[in-house]
Structure formats: C-alpha cells, structure tokens
C-alpha cells in the first residue's frame, strides 16, 4: 500500500511539473526541407487573406542595434488576424515611390503618432517593400521603421509560410518562418537572382542612413536557402 502511494504522489508530481515546466515546445524553430515540402502554405506576393502582411508583423522580427539580429524565428500569421495589439487604431496603406511609381510600399502610421505626450521611444511608422519570390519559395521584403532610440531601423528579410495544427485549436495556422535576415541601414538598391536563391544588395553611397558610419560601397550578395 505503502509503495502504491508513493507511485501515485510521483505520478502526481510529474503531471504537476509538466503543466509548469512543458518538456517539449510546440512552436518549431527549425524546418527540415521534407517537413517545408509537406506543410507549405502558398502565401503570393507576400499577402494573407487578400491583403498585405501588416508591416507591424515584420517589426517583430527586428531588433535594436545593441541586441542580437533577430528576437525571433517565426510568427503565428493566422492568430494575429484582427487583433489589438497588430490592428490598433489605423489601417495599413499603399504608397508609391516618387521616382519610380512602379515600387509601391506598404505603411502602418499609428494614429496618434503626432500626439506630443506619447512615448518618445515609440515607432512614428514602418512600412515595407515586396521585392519577389525566390525559387525556393521565400519571400523577400525591404523593411523600414522611423522610430528612436539605437534602433536598427531597416532590413532584408526572408520568410517561408507553412500551415500548421496549434494545440488547443481547431484548423490549422499559417506560419511566418524567417529564413535569414540582414540589417541594411543604408541607402541601397536591390536585386533578386531567383534561380540561385540570393539578393544582390548595391549600396547607393557609402555612408549609414541613421549613424553616418562607413559602409561598404561595394555590391554584396544576401543568400536565402
């Protein structure tokens, strides 16, 4: 009797202890290709349910200049679907480049970004550029954001959408995977070669847009594999 007691209060405990302490995270981090293959949601033109990603879902994938590059690996694209905290008090809207009105971008302006008394180290707005699919199946954008503080303010980012069951809910989610990310903060142009799966990055001057540091004003290339 003694020993069953004592299986059941371990029992107990182990239950107890994994309710807390989870001992496998449901949430991936890394993709092999086979699981890719098989789970690949068909986001085009970087766009979920007929529209634009909100440009504040690419904003969470950046970080400040003095952390490490990126916070994070992947988002779940389904479960931010007209929230609060990605849908505040504005719409995201389309604007084109001046020079070149085929580049279009995509912008998020808080409402009360003129209000004096909000935080100073709040973003004023962000917004992004569609700039292709590579053969692989990752999307590329050109991310801005205005804001203060040491922030790194733009990017080149590379996302992969899967679809996926999420415990607790019925269907399945859309997942936003980042594949790579570089920091750009530089006035630049960029170029895709979709067939080797890469970004040609031509910087326009060799000075940074936000600390006026040196960069280099040579081409690079940016691999997405």
């Avoid at 996926?164 to 997942?175: A, C, L, N, S």
Wanted: proline content about 4%.
């Amino acid at each position: 009797m003694k020993n069953i007691l004592l299986i059941a209060i371990s029992i107990s405990f182990l239950v107890s202890c994994k309710r807390k302490f989870p001992l496998k995270t449901e949430y991936k981090t890394l993709v092999t290709k086979d699981y890719y293959d098989s789970n690949y949601e068909n986001v085009t033109a970087f766009k979920h349910n007929g529209t634009y990603i909100n440009p504040l879902l690419i904003g969470e994938f950046t970080s400040w200049m003095s952390d490490e590059f990126p916070y994070f690996r992947e988002l779940d694209l389904t479960a931010s679907d007209e929230s609060n905290r990605f849908y505040m008090n504005s719409d995201p809207y389309i604007y084109q480049n001046k020079e070149n009105p085929k580049i279009e971008y995509y912008c998020f302006t808080p409402a009360n970004a003129e209000d004096p008394s909000i935080n100073r180290h709040d973003f004023l707005s962000c917004e992004y550029r569609y700039l292709g699919t590579l053969a692989n199946g990752v999307q590329v954008v050109y991310y801005y954001e205005d804001s203060y503080g040491s922030f790194n303010p733009d990017g080149l980012f590379g996302f992969k959408f899967t679809k996926e069951k999420v415990k607790g809910d019925k269907g399945k989610h859309i997942f936003m995977k980042l594949v790579n990310s570089v920091g750009i903060n530089q006035n630049v142009k960029f170029q895709l070669d979709e067939e080797h799966n890469r970004v040609l990055v031509i910087p326009q001057s060799n000075l940074a847009a936000a600390d006026f540091r040196e960069k280099t004003d040579k081409p690079y290339w940016v691999n997405f594999n």
